[in-house]
């Protein structure tokens, strides 16, 4: 995973717990410090775990909940800097369905090295839509996150339904997406 989780869950912990608190995470975590500031450098898994992990002990959040409010802020990110493909398309489930083919082309493009998951869109109506999500390293909250930013960001509500269609290395999880309403 590339930097830019890293720096999103920095700026997510600052905001709600405070910039002490951040780095506490990261000492927490036995992150170098100077290595996990680059914003373009890698934040595997196992560090995402560790930082995620160290933040949970510290404020008494569940590490599923803090991946999903990661994912959330990762989606907003994303949007501002592919925003025209986001305003390209008109419902949120549009984005999601073209998520493998425009934006992971887009990142794979520009971060060759990228270990992106893979997103398998199945469309069953305008407010309906499947997603299986693939990864040897699952983060099944945080891609969750990422949905739920997308309808936040479009100002909706999605109902999402969770199956693990596998579960070795290399699991699958089914996401069942219907878009439930539009908020005012």
Do not use: N
């Not at 720096?7 to 100077?34: F, K, M, Q, Y």
């Not at 560790?50 to 949007?79: K, M, N, Q, T």
């Amino acid at each position: 995973m590339k930097g830019i989780a890293f720096t999103e869950l920095r700026e997510l912990v600052a905001r709600d717990h405070g910039a002490a608190v951040a780095e506490r995470i990261i000492a927490a975590s036995l992150l170098e410090p100077a290595a996990a500031r680059a914003p373009a450098g890698a934040c595997d898994r196992d560090e995402l775990a560790r930082l995620v992990r160290a933040l949970a002990e510290l404020s008494g959040e569940d590490a599923p909940g803090i991946l999903r409010e990661l994912g959330r802020a990762l989606f907003e990110r994303l949007a501002a800097c592919y925003a025209g493909f986001v305003h390209d398309l008109d419902l949120p489930l549009d984005v999601l369905e073209h998520l493998e083919s425009r934006i992971h082309f887009e990142v794979g493009e520009l971060h060759p090295d990228a270990a992106l998951p893979i997103f398998e869109s199945t469309r069953h109506a305008p407010d309906r839509l499947t997603l299986v999500y693939r990864s040897p390293h699952p983060l099944p909250d945080f891609a969750e996150g990422f949905m739920l930013g997308c309808a936040d960001h479009f100002g909706v509500q999605f109902h999402i339904a969770r199956t693990v269609v596998r579960e070795e290395e290399g699991g699958a999880i089914r996401f069942e997406l219907t878009c439930e309403s539009t908020t005012e």
